[in-house]
């Protein structure tokens, strides 16, 4: 769902110039081109994350 995606700056600079280095789709690894740090973009929202990582995720036992 588009809805669990965000576009985000560079979270080392805030730099909004990025240049596409691998297409993961629907996600792409960039290099902010102000600072040189690669990073994933778009990302899961936070709402997501929590979803996936719930506290279910960390207690379950059927993983031991």
Same mark, same amino acid.
């Given at each position: 769902? @588009?809805?669990? #995606?965000?576009?985000?700056? &560079?979270?080392? =600079? !805030?730099?909004?110039?990025? %240049?596409?280095?691998?297409? @993961?789709?629907? #996600?792409?690894?960039?290099? &902010?081109?102000? =600072? !040189?740090?690669?990073?994933? %973009? ?23």
């Amino acid at each position: 769902m @588009l809805d669990d #995606f965000e576009e985000i700056n &560079c979270n080392l =600079c !805030g730099g909004t110039r990025k %240049n596409e280095l691998f297409n @993961l789709n629907p #996600f792409k690894l960039v290099q &902010c081109l102000d =600072c !040189g740090l690669n990073y994933v %973009n778009p990302r899961y929202t936070e709402d997501r994350v929590l979803k996936l990582y719930n506290d279910s995720y960390f207690t379950n036992q059927d993983f031991y």
